[in-house]
């Protein structure tokens, strides 16, 4: 539910370029929480979906199973390839879905209707004007490899630091408390240890959540402006400097 929620506070942060979460938290709680609902039941069936698409793999693997005591061999390798193909087939099925949702969350903000109505509205549009959104998709898939790639660079060179660093203030903190006569043996050694590197991957954390935002911003606000320019009955009420 605070994910759902969280979804109309980043949108509404963007577009006015004002952060005020209990504000935002409250003006939506109503459509977060429909939202949620709307993703458990969907994330529902799915899942049902999933299992019975995998039911022509799972019902021969239980017979073998429930005769012999074993997988018989021969239905290992066509068993992964329906797997990887079902698994394939519904990632871009909750890609699509995921989409549409979040193209229909401003709809639902910015025109005052329910997040149903609005993904009705997004689904009207794309049967009408459906190359564009491909374009869309295209071109978000590419930016999000692009900006994944760059992220990563960028994560894996701070954690590299990261890591000289602590390895570095652990060698420091391993020569004080061998002069005080500590050893891993010894309840100190941990007490100071266990804490460090407690701190060590909360910076780890940080830093990779510092580096995600901007890409997390950005991608947001390509989806806004297509939205603005795809969609042209909604108005996305932008703060000034963007204008």
Request: proline fraction near 3%; charged fraction near 5%; hydrophobic fraction near 65%.
């Amino acid at each position: 539910y605070i994910s759902s929620l969280m979804e109309f506070v980043f949108v509404e942060s963007l577009v006015t370029n004002v952060v005020a979460f209990w504000a935002y938290s409250r003006k939506y709680l109503g459509l977060g929480f429909n939202l949620f609902i709307i993703r458990l039941i969907l994330g529902l069936s799915l899942f049902l979906l999933f299992i019975a698409a995998m039911l022509p793999i799972l019902i021969p693997v239980f017979n073998t199973l429930n005769a012999h005591g074993t997988i018989d061999p021969k239905l290992i390798i066509p068993g992964m390839l329906w797997f990887i193909l079902v698994l394939f087939v519904f990632a871009i099925a909750c890609g699509i879905i995921n989409s549409f949702i979040n193209l229909s969350i401003p709809l639902a903000m910015y025109r005052n209707i329910g997040i149903i109505t609005a993904f009705s509205n997004i689904f009207n549009a794309f049967k009408s004007d459906w190359k564009q959104i491909i374009v869309y998709w295209v071109l978000r898939f590419m930016l999000s490899l692009v900006i994944g790639f760059v992220m990563l660079i960028i994560s894996l060179v701070f954690i590299f630091v990261i890591i000289i660093a602590a390895f570095a203030f652990v060698l420091i903190l391993y020569s004080i408390l061998s002069a005080l006569g500590q050893g891993i043996e010894d309840v100190l050694f941990w007490m100071v240890m266990i804490p460090f590197g407690a701190i060590v991957i909360a910076i780890v954390l940080m830093t990779f959540i510092f580096i995600y935002v901007p890409a997390s911003v950005f991608t947001k606000y390509y989806m806004l402006t297509f939205l603005e320019n795809w969609y042209t009955d909604v108005k996305i009420p932008f703060f000034n400097y963007i204008i």
